[in-house]
């Protein structure tokens, strides 16, 4: 037997080594981070001549030019709304469809899970073309719940995915429990599987909310209203064509990953189970 | 009432498939019928030419089977180099280790990041005329100088950069998936085999690694059909397809739609590139079924 | 229910965002659907001015970046939902295609009024670019189907702070290629960077490489070339691709120049990082926002031969077309008419640094921006050639050069790639 002092400096070792390689890549991606947020507190001659990450002087007014040069009260709130109603949509639409798909018995349940599965290779290209153009046909193009159920089209595919695999490995006992108390399906579905599902749920959440939050072409290219536009899109004029404002631009960007991160650390504790649950699944 | 029963389970699905026959569906079949015609995206005539963009495809696209290539280059590199780097670290954070809920933060911020800022950042550090240069400096400081050169304009190494910056743009995913996982297995098992005096090496080949079978091909299959259809990040580091070094076939469909105003072609492209996606992904199902 | 709640909150909510559009007026309102994002607060302010001259208020609709811009105007097309004017972005194939269809309205009648005082006001070569002439390749009636509102050239600029450290005569550049040559094994042994660009976006190498073809064999056998009639292993055409050899050779090139983008290209050069720049007029605005004090130059690309003069890519930069089946279109007209009035381009040049379509308006610009305005003299461009070259072809090309630079093929490697592809091209044309 090696004596205690052995085990001991080999865990210390061990341990070092391992926080070396942990802060080694928390460093490069902490990088751009403050890259970006040093980036838009200097000014635009400034940005490529002064290299450090800490600027010489801090313009926090770069924040106040952007958010008002980006119009960005209505375009935040208009995110927000799209964000969370496509998110909603999603959890809901899809978490009944996930359950039917691994509890209930009909015909043809195991012919559109594939279908839907396929819809996660197949990318459409020039698809937006196409949905302008039903959209049109539908009477919808210019209006957010056009826009709104696009979104949640994009989304649903891999949701389904997610929470069958989910439904799939979940304990049976207290769906029929609450059966025999004479529960509806959908009763059961709201009051019993959800709830339960509540970690992968999460995930759906961050997975489908980074998607939204981040999305701006077809927004873009369905909505003449100004007034309808996300985030985003106010984002990409700071990007202009030749000229670009890389301070508002920054600082633009800083404040949109803000909600962004914070929804992540809203859901990071339900992920954590949440991923296991509907990834250990044989 | 087994007539109700059996509506009452269409009920769950039909908002589902509404939407995705509305919204996908219909879309789908259009573009699969401009795949079979001459268009410009434009006109309001469109020609008939049958298979002939399929054709065109198959026999003559050398480009387009290159930039398949590449792209399948990169997965790889991402399906290798990514997830590893993501096990590494979700094993490390699984540890009873410091600043865990640090570091859980901390490797989620490059997924949300965008990706001119990324573009940027990274060109910054690889550059070596305004840029930072530093691994060009730490590759002369270690004695290395003959291997300092400009890695994203070296028709050797442009693919290969593009890739690990891809890869570190999308491990914060895997790591949170593999963390997930790891998370999951009981700490009973691990003290039952030290008891057994297994060494930590054998715990973890005998214990983690088999239980962390089903969210590997969760991760690889997630992984393929992220890095296939890369392309921002490309154009943010290198500007565009660098004399074919960097097509990837997003890249193509995009100068067959923009750039040649071949709409048809572009559509076909897109179905071809489509069904080989199905084909991996029901190869790598197939493959872990088997596996286990 | 839980369920009917949710759904009727949700259907409020889209209500309420959907009442929030569309006011309609008694006075025609003209919408404006633009990608310029540069320009945006100078077409605000000027659409002021006019709703207070006339009445009539103008919409001036900014989407950005222009990718998503052309393709929200092609999926527009599709749907008709084209506004009062617009712009498109591509080549003049599309522009073809997008009259054909119907939607731009043909402009000739609306030039030529009052003995053509509308038409004579532009640069001649900024309307070309809008120009279909008789019996052209893409059957379309003859005429002038868009609006000039700027113009831009596309030239070299060189540091004069870094040609005075260099030993070189920061008045006077390279005139031709030798002399160009030269100078780069001064900036070699100085560690300089020499010319930078946006090679990584191909469409700028493109560019240069006209330049040269049209200095070295004349826009005749250019052309020729195009329709078929020469091949592009003509002799010729080698020599433009064996410049780009000896430029790389004689270290006259920037590191990296085949991956750059212009963007971090006219950063570097902005910075006095790199001593030659090949850019388009817009990068006055560009390198006076990031160094105000920059001392640089505008040049003409140097000139590989005496035979023909040197060509620089040229002409309208952007325009605006009316919609041929809007409602406002004569009070659309009468607006663009009033947008390309001395004063109102004076207005533009001035707020944008951007070259004015109306030569009248020339008078107040900077001298460095006037260099490139003299540039027009020289400037030419594919979209008033009357002939494509096919995209494939331009394609193989582009990524001919890029090869040749970063030594992977050789200039007759290149000639024959491109000429089989020619060839393929012109055999699918005559099946059609």
């Known amino acids: ?282 | 009432m087994r007539i109700k029963d059996t509506l009452e389970n269409y009920v769950f699905v039909l908002p589902a498939v509404a939407i995705f026959s509305i919204f996908y569906i219909i879309p789908f079949i259009w573009v699969f019928q401009l795949g079979l015609f001459e268009w410009d995206g434009i006109s309001f005539t469109k020609v008939f030419v049958g298979l002939g963009n399929f054709k065109e495809i198959f026999t003559q696209d050398v480009n387009w089977w290159h930039s398949m290539w590449n792209a399948g280059y990169i997965t790889l590199i991402a399906l290798t180099l990514q997830n590893i780097l993501a096990f590494m670290l979700a094993w490390a954070c699984d540890r009873e280790i410091k600043l865990k809920n640090f570091y859980r933060v901390i490797f989620f911020i490059p997924p949300v990041l965008s990706e001119v800022v990324v573009g940027m950042a990274w060109r910054f550090i690889i550059n070596d005329i305004d840029g930072a240069n530093i691994i060009n400096r730490a590759l002369i400081g270690m004695g290395f100088p003959g291997l300092a050169h400009n890695w994203l304009s070296d028709p050797q190494t442009a693919l290969t950069v593009v890739a690990v910056v891809h890869c570190w743009k999308g491990f914060g995913w895997g790591f949170l998936i593999f963390l997930a996982g790891l998370q999951t297995i009981p700490r009973e098992l691990y003290e039952a085999a030290r008891v057994d005096g297994a060494s930590s090496w054998q715990s973890f080949r005998k214990i983690t690694l088999p239980l962390m079978i089903p969210v590997m091909v969760l991760v690889a299959i997630l992984t393929v059909l992220g890095t296939m259809q890369v392309f921002v990040l490309i154009v943010s580091l290198v500007g565009g397809e660098f004399a074919g070094h960097t097509s990837v076939p997003v890249l193509r469909i995009l100068a067959s739609m923009r750039g040649s105003s071949r709409f048809g072609y572009a559509c076909a492209q897109g179905i071809t590139f489509g069904l080989v996606l199905i084909v991996i992904s029901f190869i790598q199902y197939r493959f872990s079924k088997k596996g286990q | 229910m839980w369920c009917k709640k949710a759904l009727a909150a949700v259907l409020v909510l889209f209500s309420v965002l959907g009442c929030a559009a569309q006011k309609t007026d008694s006075k025609p309102t003209i919408s404006v659907w633009h990608w310029m994002t540069d320009r945006d607060p100078a077409f605000q302010e000027l659409a002021k001015k006019y709703e207070a001259l006339t009445g009539v208020k103008v919409n001036f609709e900014l989407y950005a970046p222009s990718d998503a811009y052309s393709q929200k105007i092609r999926a527009a097309a599709q749907g008709t939902n084209l506004p009062d004017v617009f712009g498109i972005l591509g080549e003049k194939r599309d522009f073809a295609s997008f009259i054909k269809a119907g939607h731009i309205l043909d402009l000739t009648s609306y030039m030529e009024a009052n003995d053509s005082a509308w038409k004579n006001s532009f640069f001649p070569k900024a309307l070309a670019v809008n120009e279909f002439a008789p019996q052209n390749s893409y059957g379309i009636n003859p005429g002038i189907y868009a609006v000039p509102i700027d113009i831009m050239t596309i030239q070299m600029v060189y540091n004069k702070k870094l040609f005075a450290q260099l030993g070189l005569n920061p008045n006077h550049p390279p005139k031709t290629l030798q002399e160009f040559l030269d100078t780069g094994a001064k900036i070699k042994a100085a560690g300089m960077q020499g010319l930078v660009s946006g090679w990584g976006e191909v469409w700028m190498i493109d560019c240069l490489a006209n330049n040269f073809a049209f200095n070295i064999m004349g826009k005749d056998k250019v052309l020729a070339t195009i329709k078929g009639e020469v091949p592009y292993t003509d002799p010729d055409w080698i020599r433009v691709l064996t410049i780009f050899k000896e430029m790389k050779e004689s270290g006259v090139l920037a590191q990296g120049l085949v991956t750059m983008i212009n963007k971090s290209a006219e950063q570097l050069f902005a910075n006095d990082k790199a001593v030659y720049a090949f850019n388009g007029s817009w990068c006055v605005n560009v390198y006076k926002g990031m160094n105000p004090s920059l001392e640089y130059s505008a040049m003409l690309p140097p000139a590989a031969s005496d035979k023909y003069p040197i060509a620089i890519w040229g002409g309208a930069g952007s325009s605006f077309m009316v919609n041929a089946r809007s409602k406002n279109k004569e009070e659309a007209v009468k607006f663009l008419v009033w947008l390309t009035g001395q004063d109102q381009q004076a207005y533009l040049a001035a707020a944008t640094n951007n070259l004015p379509a109306n030569r009248n308006s020339l008078s107040k610009i900077p001298e460095v921006l006037a260099q490139f305005a003299r540039g027009m003299d020289y400037a030419t461009h594919p979209n008033v050639w009357g002939v494509s070259e096919f995209s494939l072809v331009i394609e193989a090309w582009d990524r001919g050069i890029q090869s040749i630079i970063i030594g992977e093929k050789t200039p007759e490697q290149v000639a024959e790639e491109v000429q089989k592809i020619k060839e393929r091209e012109l055999a699918k044309k005559r099946a059609q």
């Open chain 1, 1 to 282: 037997m090696k004596n205690p002092l052995y085990y001991k400096s080999k865990k210390i070792l061990v341990n070092t080594l391992i926080h070396i390689f942990l802060i080694s890549v928390a460093i490069t991606c902490l990088y751009p981070l403050l890259w970006m947020v040093s980036s838009s507190l200097k000014t635009q001659d400034m940005i490529f001549k002064d290299i450090s990450l800490i600027p010489h002087q801090f313009r926090l007014e770069n924040y106040v030019l952007a958010w008002k040069e980006g119009g960005f009260g209505r375009n935040f709130f208009n995110s927000i709304i799209y964000t969370v109603s496509v998110v909603f949509g999603i959890v809901i639409i899809s978490s009944m469809a996930a359950y039917a798909f691994s509890r209930l018995r009909f015909v043809g349940s195991k012919f559109l899970f594939v279908m839907f599965m396929a819809a996660m290779m197949i990318p459409i290209p020039g698809s937006f073309v196409a949905l302008y153009v039903l959209l049109n046909k539908l009477h919808l193009r210019n209006t957010p719940i056009g826009y709104i159920l696009c979104m949640i089209n994009v989304g649903l595919s891999t949701s389904i995915f997610l929470l069958k695999t989910f439904f799939d490995k979940m304990p049976k006992e207290l769906e029929d429990a609450a059966r025999i108390d004479g529960c509806s399906k959908v009763g059961i579905w709201w009051h019993v599987a959800l709830p339960l599902a509540k970690p992968v749920l999460a995930v759906v959440i961050v997975f489908n909310a980074l998607a939204v939050w981040n999305e701006y072409i077809l927004a873009l290219i369905i909505f003449d209203d100004r007034s309808f536009m996300p985030l985003q899109v106010a984002l990409q004029s700071f990007q202009g064509e030749f000229v670009t404002n890389y301070p508002l631009l920054m600082a633009g960007l800083t404040i949109t990953a803000l909600p962004i991160i914070l929804v992540y650390l809203l859901m990071q504790k339900y992920i954590i189970k949440g991923v296991t649950a509907g990834a250990v699944v044989g």
